[in-house]
């Protein structure tokens, strides 16, 4: 027996509108974290003669007081980002970090200005907003010879704002209770989920055409629930194997790809849900004219 996952929309409408409920809350209640990327501080890379955990380094810099994050690169060295360091301030905390660990190296010292800071965030809005836009022109393009093309580009738009605000609101939430901050990994893993989940949805999209182009049915809902049906297995499966590969990252790459590995992690699970249960549905919606009360079955 075939699934009927088109008539079962009421469903998945209801849990997207609590998600992206929740996801508003805690945005509006918490806000996001900026990182130095998109406020002022200061980063500074250095080196111990003797051997140091990343643990021991990030416990001695709060026992001074220095709020931040530390990385580690694969020369071994410490990333060290903290509020921004006037040169007394540097000197100061090399000094401490002196007396706890012996000789360091300095391999690099670098402030964000708020300046640049700010125009970082700028541009970061723009690429996202101008990615938005080409994908709405991209997909209304792809499916020019379908009556109402315009339909699944902004069905499609639709599905990438959901993800998108499901990530900003979990990340909300892990920087009210873990600290986390947002910074270009973040916008970058952005970015990239917007990538994954369009060509997810294209790919049941193309299925619809294909079968709206054999007849199958006369009835638009039947195509594009046989259309779900067909590219569930196929969509489920390579979300699947990409979660594998970005959960080995978050457990054994380390905290320089964080943002970016648990950002496409999020939103590749909401991208698939997305992809399969909220931008066809919403085209099913569209189609027969129900935008006003798409809950309920035609």
Known sequence: ???????????????????????????????????????????????????????????????????????????????IRTTRLTAEKKAELKGNLTEEFGTINEKGFENVDPVIASETARIALFAAFGAAIGILLYVTWAFHRMPKPFHYGACAIIALVHDVLIVVGVFSILGATLGWEINLMFITGLLAVIGYSINNTVVVFDRIRENQHRGISADFEVVVNNSLVETLSRSLNTSLTTVVVLAALILFVGTSI????????????????????????LLVAWEKGKWGRFFLRS
């Open 258 to 281: 964080q943002n970016f590995a648990v950002t496409l992690l999020i939103g590749i699970l909401a991208g698939t849900y997305s992809s399969l249960c909220i931008a066809p549905l």
């Open 1 to 79: 027996m075939m699934f009927n996952i088109v008539g079962k929309r009421l469903w998945f409408f209801s849990i997207s509108g609590v998600l992206i409920l929740i996801s508003a809350v805690a945005w509006g209640v918490f806000g996001l974290k900026p990182g130095i990327d998109f406020a002022s501080g200061s980063i500074t890379t250095l080196s111990f003669e003797q051997e140091v955990s990343q643990a021991e380094l990030e416990q001695v810099l709060a026992g001074l007081g220095y709020t931040g994050r530390v990385e580690s690169n694969p020369q071994g060295d410490f990333i």
